[in-house]
């Protein structure tokens, strides 16, 4: 029996569930008006004269036919009704099937302010954000079919030099060199690339722990002076002791990716300026390079993963490194910015020792 009423179609539950309560409903009440009717008709028939018995039962006739009209009326009524309230629900169920075969570009028009409008606004607002999410893929994969692609050209390319031989000692330390180059950014790459991967599907807080901040930064910067050096660049540096609970690892990200970047555009023989302080629970690095400033058109796109700027260094970085950088900022609810004018930029992480930063007081 349960097969038998068992219905496919909301509009049609809708409306045989509405329909059978109110022929209910309206039954059951012409019933008992019938039976007073009957009552008072039958009851006593000798004190009523022909005239009013006949009135009597033309009321009753007429009461019958009011509700008849009142129950044919009440039905399409509710066929109306329901159909009204059934319909935004098919149109949800209609732009689901387009959103599942890729159409994100979908949008339904918000008619009513009630629970069905507050769907609709939701149903618009995961499209939109789907649509994002799919430009991103897009972007990203091809932004990393670029990046892999032209390393492993040049690795093709001078080995196939290689092989043939007639090189001379020069051309062929030259060539290894490239071919070396290209493999330590294939795999700085790759590991640039699970990190992101990683922060985007793992918590950010996975091993938690006190550490020394400014110690860390100290660190980050001994174990950059290769690099610094051969610049022949100075550090001018003023770290206060400031201790932070989080993860020790992905900090060191930070500072590692944040110097690498400020040394890799600092002019030569500069300064680079660090500075650590804590004020009541706020805590701030910012660390300044000298050197060509961060274009207007280039500032808002900083941060994006693959972006470079300054397509003369392009070769230098695959434009990961601020993109993991804000990733594990933001994700322990801090706060990273710049500011670039004149001859110099500088880079501010703010933090907060007891939960996220106040926009208003991050800068």
């Given amino acids: 029996m349960r097969k ?93 099937k387009e959103v599942a075969q890729g159409n994100f570009d979908i949008r339904l028009d918000v008619d009513s302010p009630d629970e069905l409008g507050q769907l609709t606004e939701d149903f618009n607002l995961m499209t939109r954000e789907l649509g994002n999410i799919e430009h991103m893929r897009k972007d990203f994969v091809s932004n990393v079919s670029h990046e892999f692609k032209t390393p492993i050209t040049a690795i093709r390319g001078f080995a196939k030099l290689l092989r043939d031989g007639a090189l001379s000692e020069s051309q062929h330390r030259e060539y290894t060199d490239i071919i070396i180059d290209e493999s330590d950014r294939l795999s700085h790459l790759s590991t640039n690339l699970l990190k992101l991967s990683e922060l985007d599907t793992t918590l950010i807080q ?82 300044t390079n000298f050197g060509p400033v961060i274009m207007k058109a280039d500032q808002e796109r900083v941060f994006e993963r693959f972006y470079k700027g300054d397509k003369s260094r392009s070769k230098e970085g695959n434009g990961l490194g601020l993109a993991i950088v804000r990733k ?9 910015f710049f500011e670039s004018e004149e001859d110099h930029t500088t880079f501010t992480v703010v933090l907060n020792s007891i939960g996220e930063v106040n926009p208003a007081v991050a800068r």
């Fill in 328 to 336: 594990i900022v933001e994700g322990a609810g801090g706060k990273v």
């Fill in 206 to 287: 996975r091993h938690s722990a006190t550490f020394s901040l400014d110690e860390q930064v100290r660190k980050t910067i001994l174990i950059l002076e290769p690099q610094w050096m051969r610049k022949n660049l100075e550090f001018d540096i003023e770290l206060e002791t400031v201790s932070y609970t989080g993860d020790e690892y992905l900090f060191h990200e930070v500072w590692l990716n944040l110097i690498q970047n400020a040394v890799k555009f600092a002019k030569e023989s500069s300064s680079i300026q660090v500075s650590l302080r804590k004020i009541d629970t706020i805590i701030r690095f910012d660390i």
């Fill in 4 to 96: 038998i009423f068992r219905f496919k179609s909301i509009y049609t539950k809708f409306t045989v569930f509405f329909l059978f309560l109110w022929w209910l409903l309206n039954s059951f009440t012409f019933g008992i008006i019938a039976h007073v009717f009957a009552r008072t008709i039958f009851t006593g028939l000798e004190g009523v004269n022909p005239e009013q018995f006949r009135a009597m039962r033309e009321l009753r006739s007429n009461t019958g036919w009011i509700f008849l009209v009142s129950m044919v009326l009440g039905s399409v009524l509710i066929l109306l009704v329901v159909r009204s309230v059934v319909r935004p629900i098919q149109r949800l169920s209609t732009a689901s």
